[in-house]
């Protein structure tokens, strides 16, 4: 596969459970981002990882978990949500150093029932 | 919040060359211009940067003034699948990861 691959597509999930979705790339990328887009509101960033490190968390609630174990992977954890966090989850990867072109996954569309 | 200003929507007729403006009178001298799409339910898509040059692929051009406060992209022959949000975001180029700011961008409707 080549790009940038993210899994489920769709998920449906209670306030009560505990979820993960999960970012792939396959373009050699070092930086890696997730973007939250709720129904009529612009993209919003949620956490920026640079060579596996979490360099910036945009004062993103705890229930929100992100995990980097290697420069090709990223989780966002998801625990005890908010109907009101239903949105589309958006997983970006980027080559530092060279310019700011992020490649973006589909995202995955979270229902919080 | 978005650094850039551009206008909710435009139509433009198939065929014809699509120009969406933006305003960034704000921008610092490091700053880059950057423009994503983002077709309806899937991922943004880059489209091009610029510094000061104007700046051409094989999507689209940019060209930004001289004085660094305004660009326009232009789709030089808009087709159907051009229908999307056009996002322009200024952004630093290089050095670290950098996240990107939208703003709400510019609803570009290609009538047939």
């Known amino acids: 596969e080549t790009g940038v691959t993210q899994t489920p597509r769709h998920l449906v999930m209670g306030m009560t459970n505990k979820k993960s979705l999960k970012c792939e790339q396959h373009?050699?990328?070092?930086?890696m981002y997730w973007y939250k887009q709720s129904a009529k509101k612009p993209l919003e960033l949620m956490f920026v990882?640079?060579?596996?490190?979490?360099?910036e968390n945009n004062s993103v609630p705890s229930r929100f978990s992100p995990e980097c174990p290697n420069s090709s992977h990223l989780f966002l954890h998801l625990h005890t949500l908010q109907p009101e966090d239903s949105a589309l989850y958006l997983c970006a990867s980027s080559r530092q150093g060279i310019n700011n072109e992020q490649f973006f996954g589909p995202g995955t569309r979270l229902t919080v029932l | 919040d978005a650094k850039t200003t551009q206008p909710p929507s435009m139509d433009c007729a198939e065929g014809r060359a699509a120009n969406l403006p933006c305003n960034h009178s704000?921008?610092?001298?490091?700053?880059?211009v950057y423009w994503y799409r983002q077709i309806h339910s899937q991922g943004p898509q880059y489209i091009i940067h610029g510094l000061k040059n104007n700046e051409t692929n094989e999507m689209a051009s940019l060209i930004i003034t001289e004085d660094r406060k305004s660009s326009t992209l232009i789709l030089p022959h808009a087709t159907l699948r051009d229908t999307a949000v056009y996002y322009c975001i200024v952004s630093f180029s290089g050095g670290g990861a950098d996240g990107l700011t939208f703003g709400k961008g510019t609803h570009l409707i290609i009538q047939p």
């Open positions: 704000t921008i610092s001298g490091n700053e880059y």
């Open positions: 373009l050699g990328h070092n930086a």
């Open positions: 990882y640079s060579l596996e490190e979490r360099v």
